[in-house]
């Protein structure tokens, strides 16, 4: 199920990257290639050679002026041996939401993958938040 979702969020982001040519866009990318070998006593000796991909996308002023998409995830690819869990690639979306603020008291709602930083408590949220002032 949390595979489906990230990739459904992550196919909705990319749908949407057209529309985001009218809005404020920020696209954010660093990838990290490693080579080196592991040769533990008692191991199979490895050639491993990971790449690492993360990847930033923030849209603001899209559809009236006060919704905004935000993306942040990374991959891993593994060029040579297998790095980890025997898995060729892996990745996360650390989080995906669309945010919309409203013109009244201060309100705004998000719904997707994010984090609540409320006081002492951070936590990672998949679903909707709704916050405002009381007038």
């Known amino acids: 199920m949390k595979k489906t979702v990230c990739h459904l969020l992550s196919a909705a982001f990319f749908l949407a990257l057209p529309a985001a040519t009218l809005a404020e866009t920020s696209i954010n990318s660093t990838t990290i290639f490693r080579f080196y070998q592991d040769d533990r ?28 998409a935000h993306l942040y995830g990374w991959g891993r690819l593994d060029l040579a041996d297998k790095s980890f869990d025997n898995n060729q690639a892996d990745g996360s979306l650390t989080y995906g939401y669309l945010k919309y603020r409203f013109k009244q008291a201060n309100a705004q709602a ?14 990672q949220v ?10």
């Open 41 to 68: 006593p008692g191991f199979e000796k490895k050639q491993l050679a990971p790449v690492t991909q993360f990847l930033s996308v923030d849209m603001d002023k899209l559809a009236d002026g006060n919704l905004s």
């Open 110 to 123: 998000r719904a997707g993958r994010f984090f609540v930083s409320e006081g002492i408590v951070n936590e």
């Open 126 to 135: 998949d679903g909707l938040s709704v916050r405002t002032d009381l007038p």
